[in-house]
C-alpha cells in the first residue's frame, strides 16, 4: 500500500514547508536550465517547410485544392521571449505522487502506459512508492492536472513558443537538416520514438535517452526529452491561425477575400469563373510588406493560382506573443508511441497534436509534462 503522508506540521521557525511532512521525504526537485541566450530567445516560431506522413518538403513544391492542407506551422512568426527557465526532464510518477499525496493533485485518469491492447505495456506503471517506474515521466494526467501540479512546485506549464525555442536545439540534434523521410534521419538513435528506435516501445526513465537532449547556450545541463519519450502539455488551447496578424476579409485589403489570385495571365479565361466576385485580383497581396500568406492551389494545367489565406505579422519580432483559447489542448512533440508514418509530429514545429477539452478529462498514456518559471 501506498505510504500516507500525513498534514503538514508547523516546523520550528513556524512556517507550514513540504519538507516537514511526516511520513515521506519529498522527492528531490527537477534541476532546471536557465533559458537567456538571444538566440534561442528571438526565433522564427513555425516552418516554411510542409510535412506528409514523415517527410519533409520545400513548401514550394505544396499544391493542393484545399486550404484545410495547409500546415498549421504556416505561416510563420519570428518571436521575442522573455528569458525563463525550463524543467530538465519531464515530471515523474515519484513527483506527482507526492503532490497527490499532499492533497495538492488529484491521481491520473490511469495508472498504466503503453498500449493495453498490446504486449507492448505496462499495466502498473503508476501509484507505489516503490514502484520500479518511479523515475519515469507520469502519464494519464490532463491539461488541468498539469497545470495544478507546476503550481505546487511554484511553477507553470510552458507557453508553446516557449516550449518549441527550446525543443528546436534537440530537433536538431536528432534530425539535422533532414529533408526526406525523418525515420530515416533518426534511425538507431538514442531517442524514445518507435519509428526511429523500435528498441524504445515503451517510455523511458527520464533524461536517460543520450541524444534526446537540447544544449541550450549558457545553460548548466541539457534539457532532455522533448521531441520523444512523451508528448507534453502545453499552456495554450489550439488555434489554427495563431500566426496570422489579421483575416484577409480585412478592411485595409479592400476587396481582396479570401480569393484564388494570380492566374496566369493566358490562362485567366478558364479559372475566372472559380474566383470570388471582385476578387481577382490583389495588389495589396503582391507588396511582401504586407505579410500575406498564400497556397499554391494547382489543379491541372488548367489553372494555377494563389490561395491568400491570411495576413501575417511580416518582419516585426511579436514580443510574448499570446497563447492560443479554445476548447482544444495543446501537446506538443513526438512519444515512445509514434510509430514512422506518422513521424511529422516529432518535428518540433508541428502543431497537430491536440485534443477536446471535453471538460477537462481527457489524458493519454502516451502525454506527460515538464513545467517551467520566469526568469
Known amino acids: 500500500m ?19 511532512a511526516k511520513g515521506r521525504t519529498p522527492p528531490d526537485p527537477t534541476a532546471m536550465v536557465a533559458v537567456t541566450d538571444g538566440a534561442t530567445l ?33 505561416p510563420t512568426m519570428k518571436v521575442k521571449l522573455k528569458p525563463f527557465r525550463i524543467d530538465s526532464r519531464e ?48 502519464v494519464h494526467v490532463t491539461q488541468q492536472q498539469a497545470r495544478e501540479y507546476c503550481a505546487f512546485v511554484g511553477k507553470r506549464l510552458p507557453t508553446e513558443y516557449e516550449w518549441e525555442a527550446v525543443a528546436r536545439l534537440a530537433h536538431k540534434k536528432i534530425f539535422g537538416d533532414a529533408t526526406t523521410k525523418l525515420s530515416e534521419a533518426c534511425k538507431n538513435k538514442e531517442v ?19 541524444d534526446d537532449k537540447a544544449q541550450v547556450p549558457g545553460g548548466t545541463q541539457d534539457v532532455s526529452d522533448l521531441i520523444g519519450n512523451v508528448s507534453e502539455w502545453v499552456e495554450a488551447g489550439f488555434v489554427q491561425n495563431i500566426t496570422c496578424k489579421a483575416a484577409m476579409s480585412d478592411a485595409s485589403l479592400g476587396k481582396c477575400c479570401s480569393a484564388r489570385d494570380k492566374c496566369a495571365e493566358d490562362k485567366k479565361d478558364k479559372c475566372s469563373s472559380d474566383l ?58 513526438a512519444s515512445y508511441g509514434t510509430a514512422a508514418g506518422s513521424m511529422c509530429e516529432a518535428r518540433a514545429v508541428d502543431r497537430s497534436n ?14 506527460g509534462f515538464r513545467c517551467v518559471a520566469d526568469q
Open 354 to 367: 491536440k485534443t477536446q477539452l471535453s471538460d477537462n478529462k481527457i489524458s493519454s498514456p502516451y502525454v
Open 42 to 74: 528571438e526565433y522564427t516560431f513555425g516552418s516554411s517547410d510542409y510535412c506528409l506522413g514523415e517527410s519533409v518538403k520545400p513548401a514550394a513544391d505544396m499544391c493542393t485544392n484545399s486550404s484545410e492542407s495547409i500546415p498549421a506551422v504556416w
Open 192 to 210: 524514445a520514438i518507435k519509428g526511429c528506435n523500435t528498441a524504445y516501445p515503451l517510455p523511458q526513465a527520464a533524461g536517460v535517452r543520450i
Open 91 to 138: 515530471v515523474t510518477n515519484l513527483q506527482y505522487l507526492y503532490c497527490v499525496e499532499m492533497g495538492k493533485c488529484s491521481e491520473p485518469k490511469a495508472g498504466n502506459a503503453g498500449d493495453p491492447k498490446s504486449a507492448d505495456s505496462i499495466q502498473h506503471y503508476y501509484g507505489d512508492a516503490d514502484n520500479p517506474y518511479n523515475d519515469y515521466p507520469v
Open 276 to 333: 470570388y466576385p471582385d476578387c481577382q485580383t490583389c495588389d495589396a497581396c503582391a507588396d511582401p510588406a504586407k505579410g500575406c500568406f498564400g497556397q499554391c492551389v494547382d489543379a491541372g494545367d488548367a489553372k494555377k493560382a494563389t490561395f491568400w489565406q491570411c495576413i501575417g505579422f511580416g518582419d516585426a519580432a511579436q514580443e510574448n506573443p499570446a497563447v492560443g483559447k479554445s476548447a482544444t489542448a495543446m501537446f506538443r512533440g
Open 2 to 20: 501506498r505510504a500516507t503522508i500525513a498534514m503538514l506540521v508547523t516546523c520550528a521557525s513556524g512556517t507550514l514547508l513540504f519538507g516537514c
